[in-house]
């Protein structure tokens, strides 16, 4: 399959190659297309198989923007970073609101607390002036809805009757939406783009591009799909195109080195890790932030019927794909959960499964600027009609997306017909017949038939949402594999490979309880 498309690409003219099919490289995609961009995504995994994967999944308000151990004297000395500020948290709620209200299917609103601590270097006052900050950029459509309850009360039910209440003055209670799955979100935007003309390929690498007159010329090979060896075919395709964007995330310095000149560095990684809990029912659909003992964002989210605490925030130096949850990292995240929640006493033991992404923060030489979305233009660095973009997490891909479209829009004129982009989700077919892990079979196969599925791992995590639950589909590995066999060609071999990188993939990149527990029956 994959030999088949080198074979369709070879020899083709773009207007735009777009390098990266992360959340803002389906974004910007579908953007040029809609525009009426002859335009080539290429991928070297899956679509949405990086940092997108690996996401925490916080349709997040901003609150880190105003946070409340930011010094209020910085915005005299530093106005810059403020004014970033301002525009991030603007910029948070504003795509907020669209994809709240774009998306329904894809985001669910849940009740968030902050605990408000006595003797804390965030005390009331602070926690309410930067909630009541960020409501002024809110809308009615997608209410942040912030409130104080003070103690006694807010320690009646829920979450916060786990928290040790002689600590507490009261918490701050507000809104926040979650991603249903955030790799699906990037998968509909990968569609949406092909049905408006673009050309979309996972699973295609760049091995080099060069300058050919005023067009780039572009190398492209085959990927190598997860668990196999790195492809053996030496066979190559060549694009051009005018424009080439590079939306690779933590992969966007080293995707420059197959080109022309020496490069500074575009981006730092910035390693982060979840774990997966399963608490007592009355925390059902709550959560919970607040700021760690290193002074970082913490989390407690809901996820279904479990939850997960995160992250951690160190850099990371590595081949982005290499990241796995440390020992000691876990140990870290379970301490700071217990702090804030004392009567879990949560150990390893109770850790369902847990997965580390690699972030890519723009890299920038001042500590005191914040490193926010940028789009770098590459003409400073010798190489014309190219960017590289950084800084985007998944809550902003489509400002992101339009950002980059206008960016190419106001340098070329489309070779093609303008369309009309669909923010919507695309919603897989289903009815009430036989169904696997409560997935229609219909959606399976509708999924493999149309999505660009070349392996289980791309069906089961990002085409539908099996993956991520409890179990994390292995039970349901074997018989999703042969619902799909004979629309993808596999034969028993093929299944039993299929079936196998998957709960190598699993078991290596996320150490879920029921491979612990099978492990040790054995």
Same mark, same amino acid.
Request: charged content about 20%.
């Given at each position: 399959m994959t030999t088949d498309r080198l074979a369709s690409l070879d020899g083709r003219d773009f207007d735009v190659v777009v390098v990266g099919g992360g959340a803002a490289g389906a974004s910007a995609t579908q953007n040029l297309a809609a525009k009426g961009f002859r335009t080539l995504l290429v991928e070297q995994g899956d679509f949405a198989s990086g940092t997108s994967s690996r996401s925490s999944r916080l349709l997040y308000c901003g609150l880190s923007y105003f946070s409340p151990d930011y010094p209020l004297w910085r915005a005299i000395f530093n106005p810059r970073d403020m004014m970033r500020r301002v525009q991030m948290v603007q910029l948070a709620m504003g795509c907020r609101t669209e994809l709240a209200s774009a998306s329904p299917e894809r985001v669910k609103p849940y009740d968030f607390v902050f605990p408000v601590k006595q003797r804390s270097e965030y005390p009331r006052w602070k926690v309410a002036l930067g909630y009541r900050a960020l409501s002024l950029f809110g809308s009615a459509k997608v209410p942040l809805a912030y409130r104080h309850d003070p103690m006694p009360d807010a320690a009646r039910e829920g979450l916060v009757s786990f928290m040790d209440p002689s600590e507490l003055v009261g918490v701050a209670r507000f809104r926040e939406y979650q991603y249903d799955w955030a790799e699906r979100i990037c998968v509909d935007a990968v569609m949406d783009a092909e049905r408006l003309g673009a050309t979309v390929a996972n699973y295609i690498r760049v091995t080099g591009f060069h300058r050919e007159g005023d067009n780039w010329c572009l190398t492209l090979e085959n990927g190598s799909l997860p668990g196999r060896r790195p492809s053996q075919d030496n066979r190559r395709a060549e694009v051009r195109a005018r424009f080439l964007v590079n939306t690779a995330g933590a992969w966007v310095d080293r995707l420059l080195k197959q080109g022309p000149g020496q490069h500074p560095r575009h981006v730092i990684g910035e390693k982060g890790i979840n774990l997966v809990v399963k608490l007592p029912d009355t925390c059902r659909g709550q959560g919970m932030e607040t700021i *760690?003992?290193?002074?970082?964002?913490?989390?407690?989210?809901?996820?279904?019927?479990?939850?997960?605490?995160?992250? #951690?925030?160190?850099?990371?130096?590595? +081949? +982005? %794909?290499?990241?796995?949850?440390?020992?000691?990292?876990?140990?870290?995240?379970?301490?700071?959960?217990?702090?804030?929640?004392? *009567?879990?006493?949560?150990?390893?033991?109770?850790?369902?499964? *847990?997965?580390? =992404?690699?972030?890519? @923060?723009? *890299?920038?030489?001042?500590?005191?600027?914040?490193?926010?979305?940028?789009?770098?233009?590459?003409?400073?660095? =010798?190489?014309?009609?190219?960017?590289?973009?950084?800084?985007? +997490? $998944?809550?902003?891909? @489509?400002?992101?997306?339009?950002? $980059?479209?206008?960016?190419?829009?106001?340098? /070329? #004129? +489309?070779? =093609?017909?303008?369309?009309?982009?669909?923010?919507?989700?695309?919603?897989?077919?289903?009815?009430?017949?036989?169904? $696997?892990?409560?997935?229609?079979?219909?959606?399976? @196969?509708?999924?493999?038939?149309?999505?660009?599925?070349?392996?289980?791992?791309?069906?089961?995590?990002?085409?539908?949402?099996?993956?991520?639950?409890?179990?994390?589909?292995?039970?349901?590995? %074997?018989?999703?594999?042969?619902?799909? /066999?004979? $629309?993808?060609?596999?034969?028993e071999v093929r299944i039993a490979t299929e079936v196998n990188a998957y709960r190598a993939f699993v078991v290596t990149n996320f150490n879920p309880a029921i491979a612990r527990s099978q492990a040790v029956a054995a």
């Open positions: *760690s003992s290193k002074g970082q964002p913490f989390y407690l989210m809901p996820w279904g019927d479990y939850h997960f605490f995160g992250p #951690t925030q160190t850099v990371f130096e590595g +081949p +982005p %794909e290499d990241v796995r949850v440390l020992p000691e990292e876990l140990d870290y995240v379970l301490s700071e959960a217990n702090q804030v929640f004392p *009567s879990f006493q949560l150990t390893r033991d109770d850790v369902v499964y *847990s997965w580390a =992404g690699v972030r890519p @923060r723009t *890299s920038n030489a001042s500590a005191n600027v914040m490193r926010v979305f940028t789009i770098h233009d590459l003409a400073k660095e =010798g190489l014309e009609n190219a960017i590289a973009v950084t800084g985007v +997490p $998944i809550m902003v891909h @489509r400002h992101a997306g339009r950002s $980059i479209a206008a960016w190419v829009a106001a340098r /070329a #004129t +489309p070779s =093609g017909q303008s369309g009309q982009l669909n923010p919507g989700a695309q919603l897989l077919p289903a009815d009430d017949g036989s169904a $696997i892990g409560n997935v229609p079979v219909t959606s399976l @196969r509708a999924a493999a038939q149309r999505e660009h599925v070349h392996c289980l791992l791309d069906l089961m995590f990002r085409r539908v949402n099996m993956g991520w639950q409890p179990d994390m589909g292995l039970p349901h590995a %074997e018989a999703t594999a042969r619902a799909v /066999a004979d $629309i993808l060609d596999w034969d």
